[in-house]
């Protein structure tokens, strides 16, 4: 079920963003989006505000024609049959996501459409969804839920927090890099304690929460990418980050 407020509270840019405004797609919020993915919209304008830039929130569902000039790219998590339901939409802009991909736009993909950027998702009942092929990567789903917090640490990154419900279980082909290695919960799969992947400018994760809020590391590697991109430069004199970390302070302590 879609938690996104209507699209007309957040499509305008703030009235002054004096060094320029990022162009974010969010990809199918009506059926990608649980266990607050939303939020990870609303954390990337945010950080963007407190630095003096706009944020111009754009929506892609099924059937709409797919938006010029796309800054960063963020899709969450959903239901198999929400995952049903988009699937030939997303093969209809699957070019179009793969040429962004290999360009170097900034994304962030959650549960669902991290699957779907893979090769497929065969689901419990063995129905098989398509994937994009953006990532090397396929999900077969298994009859063990996987949830629970997670816990998971990234060179990158650092320590990553979040929260994992879902019924796949993705394996990374050979040259694909995973986000982090798991420390608490499962990630990826049952078997191999690593989470989601990385690949050119792309963050694939299983971990919703939001994932943003809390992991605010993350959200400024998009944003910097995104910035550096399309104005040359990032110019950024530091957040004050202390409920985010108060934020990790008290995930790092929950149980699984
Ligand atoms: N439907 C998928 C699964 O269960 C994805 C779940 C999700 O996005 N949380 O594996």
Partial sequence: MSDAPSAGALTKAPADPSKGSLRILQLYPREMNIYGDYGNVLVLK?????RGYGAEILEHNAGDAFPDDVDLIVGGGGQ?????????????????????????????????????????????????????GVLDLETRG?????????????????????????????FLGDGLR??????????????????????????????????????????????????ERKFGAFEDDGVDDSLAELAREHAAARPR
């Avoid at 945010?46 to 407190?50: G, P």
């Fill in 178 to 227: 995973p986000l982090a290695t798991v420390l608490k919960g499962a990630g990826n799969n049952a078997e191999e304690h690593h989470e989601g992947a990385r690949y050119r400018n792309i963050v694939g994760s299983y971990l919703h929460g939001s994932l943003l809020p809390k992991n605010p590391a993350i959200a400024d590697f998009l944003l910097r990418t995104a910035a």
């Fill in 142 to 170: 298994g009859t063990e839920r996987l949830i629970g917090n997670v816990v998971a640490r990234s060179d990158e990154f650092g320590e990553i927090h979040g929260y994992e419900n879902h019924s796949g279980q993705t």
């Fill in 80 to 132: 198999d049959s929400g995952q049903v339901v988009i699937q030939d939409d997303l093969q209809a802009i699957a070019s179009t996501l793969r040429r962004l991909a290999e360009d170097g736009t900034p994304m962030l993909l959650i549960c669902g459409l991290y699957q779907l950027f893979g090769n497929f998702f065969r689901t419990q009942d063995g129905t098989v969804i398509p994937g994009i």
């Fill in 46 to 50: 945010q950080r963007l505000a407190w």
